[in-house]
């Protein structure tokens, strides 16, 4: 007897003896249509079952979830008549599960009227009907009349907007219903795969929906605002109209449709303002459900209509709750290339500023005055008289022409935040290996008045011949290189190149002293390694850290990583943070546990990261080797940027004993990572042009000062320092010194300014104050 034959015994004969090997199976090895027919017997296994036929039921229903089952005909009646029992013991049934059976049917679709209409009449009995896509799909199965009773009862008491939809989705084939019941959500807060949305975007009639309903949310919001619908605060729209519009949104937003800008300008404005001095808003579950879709499907434009509501809002708490769902947003938008360069003119004109490069600069009269919005890296607000610039808003201004000098104002935050957006997109196309038509980019990026400052510090790539790209650093090219509109042109990045042209380029932004608006020339490069060669399909590379766990899981969130938060209560101790990335083919997996706690604290432990590559719709590991480079160098970036940054090895005032003062103490002197080997590789080439040059050494993991009263050891990694001769720990609380940014670094980090203002406080240690840290370096000295 096979493994699936096995295994279907034990799921339905309770004589039958489970092997101990079969109790754990490995259903690598399973068919999709033998693991359909486990896991329609796996369905019916009930709460009396034995522990080891438990585990096989557990077993098979985590396959499935990774994998597609394909169903024969007679496992898909089956299912449909499990559904049915489960609902009537239960009283509740995925409906969805057969659904998706039918349309992963092997053969001839299967008379299921029958349990189809005992599905229908349980659901219909109910006060809250769950899943009405799927409701109005299985209606569909059964007969005509069962569906006529679905809608009618799904349409009544629930407002135009939704008996639209419902009417909408009743009158599409039985096919398109099934396909529609795959974005049916449990709860708003819970959004389904990205791709289940492809499918209502691809109906016309939906699509029409969509843009009727969004329409007429923002016709509801525009009379509440003129007085013709009383005002309740949050009573707006109702949670089904809410669920509704969220579904039409994402469709619209998906397809990137031409209205919604404009729609957008009224809608937001209506959700989040009330029209009397109250503090509440009309909607705020609407406007979280906006700002859910745009983590779904993003766009440039409603990115800034929702910050731009996020600075008017009244309710104290709205603008926190936005900014921690924008991370989110931002991230999301990175990662969608397509829309995320998408820039507005703004009415600027590229010129000269200062002296300098050309930037973008928009001018306007006010009076005798004249206000200049200039854009290089940022948006500023100056104000100029007779050509002379002012140093403040003159008080004509002010006075008479407020207006402009609010819309001025509010203009400067919204470049700040296209520009934000704008890098972000760019430095997340390095995952999707983002390639643009060169006419298109010399224009929309490298001429584009409000961009081009950014683009032009960064290296790209232009296929001069097919499979041959020649390197160029606009800043330092002057004129743009000449090449036909239709080649193609990409972000250049250190992995796809040797090694001595990496050094060139760095070398060149440090002698032209070129600020990057991320790290590109001077970016970690992760390779395998022979050790993740041995382990196959996971890496440990950065396992076995412990880190500040709540600041790890806000640096989740900024990067676009998606975790449950853990803490001492069930199911609370260990998550698997993960990453959709390359254009949703690949994802990744970092797997973390709750530690304990270190006073108000709290500590975790890394894991092992780990691949999965999408395969017709469903999750597969994927050995490590099979990862793009590419995409393996900036996952494994990110996970050596979690562990850095909130590792209490990077802690100078960690004081902790036990197991952690053990960890603390090997990795807060531990050999470099690719994060800390870059920041050596940038001091090797600014140290000599520093004012300390002759007091400074780089040796090894190290960076050895030189001072009056001692030597130090300034660690690469953790920043943090030893004093020579006996390697006594010197404990610094990060403090600036004044005149240390002064210091020009081809890129922005942290740990290596703290390093350099370290450096500068050291060799100078007879200029000390702080008498804590006088009495340590004195101490042994």
Same mark, same amino acid.
């Given at each position: ?55 096989v039921r557990f077993a098979v229903e985590d396959a499935a979830r990774e994998r597609r089952p394909r169903y024969t005909p007679e496992a898909c009646r089956r299912l449909f008549e499990a559904l049915a029992e489960r609902c009537e ?225 009244? #309710? *104290?708490?709205?603008? @926190?709750? +936005?900014?921690?769902?924008? !991370?989110? &947003?931002? /991230?999301? $938008? ?23 490069a050309a930037g973008g600069v928009l001018r306007r009269t006010a009076g005798d005055y004249e206000a200049v919005v200039t854009v290089t890296d940022t948006a500023t607000l100056t104000w100029e008289k007779d050509g002379r610039p ?10 008479? #022409? *407020?207006?402009?000098? @609010?819309? +001025?104002?509010?203009?400067? !935050?919204? &470049?700040? /935040?296209? $520009? ?104 970690e490069i992760y390779l395998l390694t022979p050790a993740e060669e041995q382990t196959r399909v996971y890496s440990n590379r950065f396992a076995a850290h412990l880190v500040h766990y709540r600041k790890m899981f806000a640096l989740f ?225």
């Amino acid at each position: 007897m096979d493994l699936a034959a096995r295994l279907m015994s034990a799921l339905t004969d309770p004589d039958f003896t489970l092997e101990d090997q079969d109790s754990n199976p490995d259903l690598a090895q399973i068919s999709e249509e033998e693991l359909g027919s486990l896991l329609v017997a796996a369905y019916r296994v009930g709460t009396a079952a034995t522990p080891a036929v438990t585990r096989v039921r557990f077993a098979v229903e985590d396959a499935a979830r990774e994998r597609r089952p394909r169903y024969t005909p007679e496992a898909c009646r089956r299912l449909f008549e499990a559904l049915a029992e489960r609902c009537e013991e239960q009283g509740w049934a995925d409906l969805t599960r057969g659904l998706d059976a039918l349309e992963r049917c092997t053969g001839p679709l299967p008379d299921v009227s029958e349990p189809a209409r005992a599905l229908v009449g349980f659901w219909l009995e109910k006060d809250t009907v769950r899943q009405p896509y799927a409701l109005l799909a299985v209606a569909g199965l059964a007969d005509d009349g069962t569906l006529r009773t679905a809608v009618e009862r799904l349409s009544r008491d629930v407002g135009p907007i939704v008996a639209d939809e419902i009417a909408v989705v009743a009158g599409l084939t039985p096919a398109e219903r099934t396909l529609l019941s795959q974005t049916d959500r449990d709860s708003r807060f819970v959004s389904p795969q990205a791709e289940a949305w492809r499918r209502p975007a691809g109906n016309p009639a939906y699509v029409a929906f969509a843009r009727r309903a969004l329409e007429a949310a923002a016709d509801r919001t525009d009379a509440i605002r003129a007085g013709a619908i009383p005002y309740q605060a949050d009573k707006a729209f109702t949670d089904r109209e809410i669920t509704s519009l969220g579904q039409a949104l994402r469709v619209a937003l998906l397809r990137d449709e031409p209205w919604l800008p404009e729609l957008f300008e009224r809608l937001l404005p209506g959700l989040a303002l009330a029209p009397t001095p109250a503090k509440t808003l009309p909607s705020q579950a609407l406007l979280y459900e906006v700002v859910r879709a745009a983590q779904d499907y993003p766009t440039p434009e409603l990115v800034t209509a929702i910050r731009t509501v996020r600075r008017t809002v009244r #309710h *104290a708490g709205v603008p @926190k709750q +936005l900014d921690k769902m924008l !991370k989110k &947003v931002d /991230a999301a $938008l990175a990662e969608r290339t397509d829309v995320a360069l998408r820039l507005p003119r703004l009415e600027f004109d590229t010129a000269s500023i200062s002296g300098s490069a050309a930037g973008g600069v928009l001018r306007r009269t006010a009076g005798d005055y004249e206000a200049v919005v200039t854009v290089t890296d940022t948006a500023t607000l100056t104000w100029e008289k007779d050509g002379r610039p002012l140093r403040t808003v003159p008080a004509p201004v002010r006075r008479d #022409h *407020a207006a402009l000098v @609010k819309e +001025l104002r509010e203009l400067v !935050k919204r &470049v700040n /935040a296209q $520009l934000i957006t704008l890098v972000r997109a760019l430095e997340g196309g390095f995952t999707v290996d983002a390639v643009h038509p060169y006419g298109w980019w010399r224009t929309e990026l490298a001429g584009h008045p409000l961009a081009r400052t950014l683009v032009r510090r960064l290296i790209w790539e232009i296929e001069v011949t097919p499979g041959e790209w020649r390197a160029v650093l606009p800043e330092t090219a002057g004129l743009l290189p000449d090449a036909p509109d239709d080649v193609s042109v990409r972000l250049w990045h250190p992995i796809r190149s040797e090694p001595d042209t990496v050094r060139a380029w760095r070398d060149l932004l440090i002698e032209q002293r070129i600020r990057q608006p991320f790290k590109q020339a001077f970016r970690e490069i992760y390779l395998l390694t022979p050790a993740e060669e041995q382990t196959r399909v996971y890496s440990n590379r950065f396992a076995a850290h412990l880190v500040h766990y709540r600041k790890m899981f806000a640096l989740f969130r900024a990067r676009g990583w998606k975790s449950d938060l853990l803490g001492p209560w069930d199911g609370g101790d260990g998550d698997e943070a993960e990453r959709t990335l390359a254009a949703g083919e690949w994802r990744v997996r970092f797997f973390h546990t709750w530690a304990d706690w270190a006073g108000d604290d709290e500590l975790a432990s890394t894991d092992q990261v780990r691949f999965d590559r999408r395969v017709q719709g469903a999750w597969r590991e994927a050995p490590l080797a099979d990862v793009p480079p590419l995409v393996f160098s900036e996952v494994m970036r990110d996970v050596d940027l979690f562990v850095g940054v909130t590792s209490i090895a990077a802690d100078p005032a960690w004081t902790d004993g036990g197991p952690g003062r053990t960890y603390w103490q090997r990795a807060g002197f531990a050999e470099l990572t690719e994060s800390a080997q870059a920041r050596r590789d940038v001091l090797d080439r600014i140290l000599p042009r520093l004012k300390i040059a002759d007091r400074c050494t780089l040796d090894g993991r190290f960076l050895l000062v030189r001072g009056d009263l001692r030597a130090y050891k300034i660690h690469l990694g953790s920043a943090n320092i030893l004093m020579e001769p006996n390697d006594s720990y010197l404990c610094i609380v990060p403090a600036r010194r004044p005149g240390d940014g002064k210091v020009f670094l081809p890129f922005e980090d942290e740990r290596l300014s703290l390093i350099l203002s370290k450096a500068f406080l050291l060799a100078a240690d007879t200029e000390i104050t702080d008498e804590s840290i006088l009495m340590q370096i004195k101490r042994g000295a």
